[in-house]
């Protein structure tokens, strides 16, 4: 993903290269593809792969979290061994660290 464009990346786009590099990687991807009837704020991805979960709310550069959001994130981080993170357009090295 080229960094120079990050403020026109849409989360829909960053979520379809996410999920890509992540079923490359050999990660068990889940995505709610219809939330209307799901408990607000749940995570946008869940990974999994080699004993390691990870919850990722995608947003786009200047989205923000919601209050629903902001509570799960809260809730999952008090787990231990699950990774918690919020993902933008610029933080793809990161997401690529991640993941691999």
Not at 9 to 36: I, M, P
Not at 43 to 67: H, M, N, Q, S, Y
Not at 70 to 95: F, H
Request: hydrophobic share 40%; with cysteine.
């Amino acid at each position: 993903m080229n960094p120079d464009i990050n403020s026109s990346v849409s989360e829909k786009e960053l979520q379809a290269n996410v999920v890509s590099l992540a079923k490359l990687l050999g990660w068990f991807v889940y995505h709610t593809y219809d939330s209307r009837r799901c408990e607000p704020g749940f995570p946008d991805l869940v990974l999994v792969r080699d004993g390691r979960v990870i919850f990722a709310e995608l947003k786009r550069e200047r989205g923000r979290l919601t209050v629903h959001q902001k509570a799960w994130a809260e809730r999952l981080r008090e787990c231990m061994g699950v990774e918690v993170y919020v993902w933008r357009p610029s933080n793809w090295n990161d997401i690529e660290w991640a993941l691999k």
